[in-house]
């Protein structure tokens, strides 16, 4: 009678353990599936960093397939440019280009060219922005400025001026 007891007991212990074990398994499952979907679904952010020192000069909270632009006066041509770029993931793809000519060091490659308003606009360029962030030397001499959403920052005055800038894309929990 005391064996079956002992059996009993012991078989009891088995299938304790047993579904323990499952429900750590199932545990740990979830808990990975938590952290993946965290990492993956992290918030993008737009920032201007001072290429330099690395210090974070404008952060603006970006979704994915958000556009934004960079427009200044061509240092050659002496007239406005305004490109246009794309948020996917962590890079930034160049989408179209606005000028008023094709002059020396314009850019001219695209799938669209159209005129509109005295402009070629340049559109369906979907390049890839080399090395993922813009590198930009604001000029002193003439506006330069980034627009995104309702913000139009000036960055050819304080604090951007004079600074090699970097534009890119951050996800992070952790705004700046």
Excluded: C, W
Excluded at 43 to 48: A, M, R, V
Excluded at 78 to 97: H, L, W
Excluded at 121 to 131: A, S, W, Y
């Amino acid at each position: 009678m005391m064996n079956n007891n002992r059996e009993t007991v012991s078989n009891a212990e088995k299938t304790l353990h047993k579904r323990n074990v499952f429900l750590s398994l199932i545990g740990a499952f979830i808990i990975i599936i938590f952290v993946l979907l965290l990492y993956i679904f992290r918030p993008s952010y737009l920032t201007i960093e001072d290429m330099a020192s690395g210090e974070v000069l404008f952060t603006e909270r970006v979704s994915q397939g958000e556009r934004f632009a960079v427009t200044y006066i061509h240092s050659v041509e002496r007239s406005p440019v305004k490109e246009i770029f794309e948020i996917r993931q962590s890079d930034i793809y160049t989408m179209e280009s606005h000028t008023e000519s094709f002059g020396a060091g314009m850019p001219y490659d695209g799938e669209e060219i159209e005129m509109e308003d005295g402009k070629f606009i340049i559109r369906n360029i979907n390049r890839k922005v080399h090395g993922g962030a813009l590198r930009v030397r604001p000029s002193s001499v003439f506006p330069h400025h980034v627009e995104i959403g309702e913000n139009r920052i000036t960055i050819s005055e304080t604090p951007y001026e004079g600074r090699n800038l970097e534009i890119k894309v951050v996800r992070t929990y952790f705004k700046g």
